[in-house]
């Protein structure tokens, strides 16, 4: 939960940006099962940059940080089960 | 012992201090109802797309991704210049750039919503209202929270900084939750 204390603002932007650009193409490009895995990762790892890297919710509350986290990955979870299993 | 009691007295005087709790207690109060609200919707929008297919992929068909996608990135650039301004960076014109980054987001997608209409209008079932209802809900989010950066960018005090920042990372965050579920699913 420390790892983000260093790292600058616009490196976690370019991650996230990263990451919604390789989200998009996974979209386009994947079969429904592989799909629902990249889709549900990238989404978590989005919420929790945000969390981590933006707020920086752990160094004042680390159990809320989680509980956001954890919300955001049964929402992410729930996507990804959903696209594999439906499309 | 006079001078103690006269301590005593010089001190019960004194304001009581301001509760630091109490504001933050109401700004995840309000996040997390937020949030509830949200993920209620969107999990009636999985379940609606499980049970009639054949209107999700029309709804599919209606939506500009690439143009969801641009509008990520401007919210999550916006989110950044607000970091900026939590974090002491030149709050004011931090908090503008993050505003204006909320309403060029809000430009977005009305300009999408127009491309989206006349398919959605056409289109039967509670699949177009959910969706209606929750990327209209959520523009209207950040419209808000938008103006409410503008405003604490007039007189930034870092406490208002900060709250308005999550607040904001909150509408963030909640868009992150509906790309995948509406747009890439």
């Excluded at chain 2, 304001?15 to 609200?37: C, Q």
């Excluded at chain 2, 960076?89 to 999408?112: D, E, Q, T, W, Y």
Aim: aromatic residues 8%; hydrophobic residues 60%.
């Amino acid at each position: 939960m420390q790892l983000s204390r260093d790292i600058p603002f616009p490196a976690i932007l370019l991650a996230l940006l990263l990451a919604t650009g390789a989200s998009l193409l996974a979209a386009a490009a994947f079969a429904p099962g592989p799909r629902g895995v990249a889709i549900a990762m990238l989404s978590l790892t989005k919420a929790a940059l945000v969390v981590l890297g933006f707020m920086r919710l752990h160094r004042e509350s680390p159990t809320l940080a989680t509980a956001l986290i954890g919300y955001a990955a049964l929402l992410c979870m729930l996507t990804g089960i959903k696209i594999a299993l439906v499309g | 012992m006079n001078v103690a009691l006269r301590s005593r007295s010089l001190d019960d005087a004194r304001p009581a201090p301001e509760p630091e709790g109490g504001m933050e207690l109401l700004l995840w109060i309000l996040v997390w109802s937020e949030f509830i609200i949200f993920g209620a919707l969107l999990g009636a929008f999985l379940i609606m797309g499980v049970i009639d297919p054949s209107a999700l992929a029309v709804l599919h068909r209606a939506l500009d991704l690439p143009l969801a996608g641009i509008a990520t990135a401007t919210l999550l650039t916006s989110g950044c210049f607000a970091t900026r301004a939590t974090f002491g960076h030149n709050p004011r014109p931090n908090l503008v750039a993050a505003a204006m980054g909320g309403f060029a987001f809000c430009a977005l997608k009305i300009v999408s919503f127009g491309y989206e209409l006349p398919t959605l209008a056409a289109m039967d079932g509670r699949l177009p209202e959910l969706y209606w209802l929750i990327t209209g809900f959520h523009l209207a989010h950040v419209l808000f929270v938008g103006a409410l950066l503008l405003v604490v960018a007039w007189r930034p005090a870092p406490r208002q900084v900060a709250t308005v920042a999550t607040v904001w990372h909150l509408v963030d965050l909640i868009w992150l939750l509906i790309l995948p579920v509406i747009y890439l699913g």
